[in-house]
């Protein structure tokens, strides 16, 4: 009995190694491609606008996590295809047939192989990529340079909590981004009179305890019966209890950029304003969220079914398969997400239809096979 777990355990072993080392070469590939495509020659256009060199490397730098989990999936899949291929065309397959070791066994290390990616895809997804893109927002903020976020940002606060609107606050900012604030006038009034006015050369947003934290500025005391009474200046001066809803849903914020716990937090500005559109979209991302990791265990065990049955096979077959099934898989999650979009499916099947086909893909040909 324990050589015949010793004897499985050296083949889960086997299987896990042949399964890393084209793992690893595709996900440096499609990282590869991935920044090619969707960082080098955005970052180029900035370039070409201002932005220094030393600024634009530790921005490309940054983005390296966000495509680094984008390729997980892609590699997962591709390793499966690329492994298990060349297993079956060395026979080694048809001699674990011959010595009664199923299909279903030898998945198996393609299975916890497609657990420990999927983990890994979670870890980057929920820790490294927003302290990356928080990294990237500080070095726009620093030099001023962004697409839309970084034009200036004007806001009126009404008080509702007696059923009659009526003004509490006026927001200026010459930069503002969801995060850090340039050139802050805040004015606050009582019964439509001034009653203090707030000039910061900068802010940062803390949405967690509802308040901004200012720098490097002066507070204006007003009242009825003098215009002025005097000026307070600060290094550090906390702002609570504002209203953030109407002025943060104007914010462009993408939830890819985002983990899990805040998308959470942001979904519930929508759910203050009442926005089912964006309530709607996000609580789709966050399914997806939820689903991507499981995407990487069912990918990996579909390329090394289709691996283990395609004996022919080359390594650019395997390369392009795997361009045509994730150009598929991304279709479909378009798709779901846009049916999700319009009410069509509720928001948890748009966010798991994929993953569904993928396992109804699964089941087909491991019944096929056997």
Known sequence: MMNVYVAQRILDIYLFKELLAPFIFGLCLFTFLGLCLGALFELVREIISGLSLYIAWQIFVFKIPFFIALALPMASLFSGLVAYNRLAKNNEFLALRSSGISLHRWLRASFFFGILVGTIYLLINEIIIPISNYSISTLY????????????????????????????????????????????????????????????????????????ICYNGQIHMMNNKTPYIHAIKFKTQRIE???????????QYSPNWMNINTSK??????????????????????????????????????????????????FSQGFGESLVIIFFYYISSFISEAIGLVGIAPPWLAGWLPNLGCIGIVILILAKEE
């Open 141 to 212: 903020h620093k030099t001023l340079i962004s697409n839309q976020s970084t034009s200036s940002i004007s806001y009126t606060f009404h008080d509702k909590s007696k059923g009659v609107a009526k003004l509490s606050q006026f927001l200026y900012a010459k930069y503002f981004d969801g995060n850090f604030i340039n050139d802050l006038i805040l004015i606050e009034f009582s019964s439509k009179q001034p009653k203090s006015i707030l000039i910061a050369e900068s802010a940062s947003l803390h949405f967690s305890t509802n308040t901004w």
């Open 241 to 251: 209890n504002i209203n953030f809803i109407s002025l943060l849903t104007n914010i």
């Open 265 to 314: 937090a942001y979904k519930k500005i929508f759910l203050l304003s009442n926005d089912l559109f964006e309530i709607r979209k996000l609580n789709i991302r966050i399914y997806q969220k939820y689903a991507a990791p499981i995407a990487c265990l069912l990918l990996s065990l579909i390329g090394s079914i289709l691996g283990s049955s395609a004996q022919n096979q080359n």
